[in-house]
T-cell receptor, first 116, second 117 residues
């Protein structure tokens, strides 16, 4: 089984619909992230969480929200999807660099979202 | 503002040839730099990590270098194979400061490498 699992892997929806992307991990990491990838723009950070009670906005958080239900689970929601949110979404986890950790990001396989 | 710039944006080489990818960064204070490989449609996977005191590190046919003074890193691929076709992403993390900070990584946009037979 993958260390970081994303569901769904592919989703097509219509403008205005609410969408939730889910992420679960078995790495035991405290830190979890949601990234968006668009061609030519690389990976951009949407939200991140360093602990169950910690939620932080990334560089492109508008139009998105997140929930950290447990150490192992971090979900991303689009309350009212719009076509320019069509992208490949990645969840990632890491420990903290230093203090015995490496800080390496472990990514899921991605969730491809298409908003019509 | 922390930034990571990679060059070239894309590169096409013949199988068996060597190539070098570049990464320039302005992340400060510097903590570490990683190179990730991302196959098409997959999540990135770490190739190597460089810290301030390291100049060179190898992982098989991949060799990364770091010049912390000029804030530059390179990834050299030796004897390229078809399976090296991927995007290579430079990711730089800042050090936690006295007032906080959290090692949030800054991503470059990647270099797309295509290896032709």
């Amino acid at each position: 089984d993958a260390d970081v699992t994303q569901t769904p892997r592919n989703r097509i929806t219509k403008t205005g619909k609410r969408i939730m992307l889910e992420c679960s991990q078995t790495k035991g990491h405290d830190r979890m992230y949601w990234y968006r990838q668009d061609p030519g723009l690389g990976l951009r950070l949407i939200y991140y969480s360093f602990d169950v009670k910690d939620i932080n906005k990334g560089e492109i958080s508008d139009g998105y929200s997140v929930s950290r239900q447990a150490q192992a689970k971090f979900s991303l929601s689009l309350e009212s999807a719009i076509p320019n949110q069509t992208a490949l979404y990645f969840c990632a986890t890491s420990d903290q660099f230093g203090r015995g950790g490496t800080g390496e990001l472990f990514f899921g396989e991605g969730s491809r979202l298409t908003v019509l | 503002k922390n930034q990571v710039e990679q060059s070239p944006q894309s590169l096409i080489i013949l199988e068996g040839k060597n190539c070098t990818l570049q990464c320039n960064y302005t992340v400060s204070p510097f903590s570490n730099l990683r190179w990730y490989k991302q196959d098409t449609g997959r999540g990135p996977v770490s190739l190597t990590i460089m810290t301030f005191s390291e100049n060179t590190k190898s992982n098989g046919r991949y060799t990364a270098t770091l010049d912390a003074d000029t804030k530059q890193s390179s990834l050299h691929i030796t004897a390229s194979q078809l399976s090296d076709s991927a995007s290579y992403i430079c990711v730089v993390s800042a050090k936690k400061t006295l007032t906080g900070g959290s090692y949030i990584p800054t991503f470059g946009r990647g270099t797309s490498l295509i290896v032709h037979p």
